[in-house]
């Protein structure tokens, strides 16, 4: 698969800057407490999968946690585990 055309990458970048395609999810998947913004490069991606949008709040708990500064907690093993399964449910 070769590069999108300059048309197809600024369309891209526009919806991303824009918010024009609406997220699935509004709120984040790792507490389900806080609203994610509407515009989703205002939002974290989350460092385990690397394409599901977190609040900000949980961006910087998984850099901590990746740091070393902060050890995995409940939340983060449950987070961790329903990634795992949404991703062997659409394979098979």
């Known amino acids: 698969m070769g590069k999108p055309s300059p048309k197809v990458w600024y369309r891209r970048l526009r919806e991303i800057m824009t918010g024009e395609r609406n997220l699935i999810m509004k709120i984040c998947p790792r507490y389900h407490q806080t609203t994610l913004h509407n515009v989703p490069a205002m ?4 460092r385990r999968d690397n394409k599901t949008f977190i609040c900000e709040d949980c961006g910087k708990e998984e850099a ?3 740091s070393g500064i902060q050890k995995a907690g409940n939340a983060e093993r449950n987070f961790i585990a329903s990634l795992r399964e949404a991703e062997e ?4």
């Open 89 to 92: 449910s659409s394979k098979g």
């Open 64 to 66: 901590y946690i990746d």
């Open 43 to 46: 939002n974290a991606l989350s």
